[in-house]
Structure formats: C-alpha cells, structure tokens
C-alpha cells in the first residue's frame, strides 16, 4: 500500500504562482508514475501532469504545459507541482496520484492504484 500526503494548496492572484507537493510512504518502491489529477466545482476530474519515478519523464495536459511544471525528488519520496500563471480557471481541487507499473493511458485517472485526500487552489481574478 502506499499513502499520499498533498500540501501546499491555498489562494493565488491571477497571474501569480503556488507549488503543490505530494509525499508518498509506504510501498514506494512500487511505484511508477506519480501525478496530478484536479477536480473544479460541477466538472469531472482532468488529467494535469506525470512523471515517471524512475526516469524523470514528464507528461502533461495541452492545457497546462509551459505554465506548470511536475518534477520529483525520489530521495524524499516527494513530487511537486510547480503552478505559474495561474488564471481563475485553475481553481479546483488537486489531487495527488501513483501508478504501479502496468498498461494503460497515463492520463486515465483509472490507471492510477493510489489517491491523496486533495489540496484546495483557488486562484482569484
């Protein structure tokens, strides 16, 4: 089993910037992408970024690349999301994700084995 620990969510200005970070314990060794999923008020859940644990490798959504970036530090079993930019629309709850290895659509949050509790952003025009 692995938990995820998110933090770092709050309120932001249009324009400015948050990091969200996820702390993963238990059986990290399984893991083998972490990523960030968000969930706005009345809309579905979406896809934000992943990396590979492993490689470094990053994914993101259309919409969120060049303003966030996803990064990790395996030692500190910890992956961060690094929002820039922000705009009203951002505003949701993030959610924090890990994969075991298998086939699958990465950007499918039902590949996804294990979920944070989430972190509240709200961004502010």
């Known amino acids: 089993q692995v938990q995820l620990v998110e933090s770092g969510g709050g309120l932001a200005q249009a324009g400015g910037s948050l990091r969200v970070s996820c702390v993963a314990s238990?059986?990290?060794?399984?893991?083998?992408?972490m990523g960030w999923f968000r969930q706005a008020p009345g809309k579905e859940r979406e896809f934000v970024a992943t990396i590979k644990r492993n490689s470094g490798m990053t994914y993101y959504a259309d919409s969120m690349k060049g303003r966030f970036t996803i990064s990790r530090d395996n030692a500190k079993n910890t992956v961060y999301l690094q929002m820039n930019n922000l705009e009203p629309d951002d505003t949701a709850v993030y959610y924090c994700?890990?994969?075991?290895?298998?086939?699958?659509?990465?950007?499918?949050?039902?590949?996804?084995?294990?979920w944070g509790q989430g972190t509240q952003v709200t961004v502010s025009s």
């Open positions: 238990g059986s990290t060794s399984s893991i083998y992408l």
């Open positions: 994700a890990a994969a075991r290895y298998r086939l699958g659509t990465i950007t499918l949050d039902d590949l996804y084995d294990y």
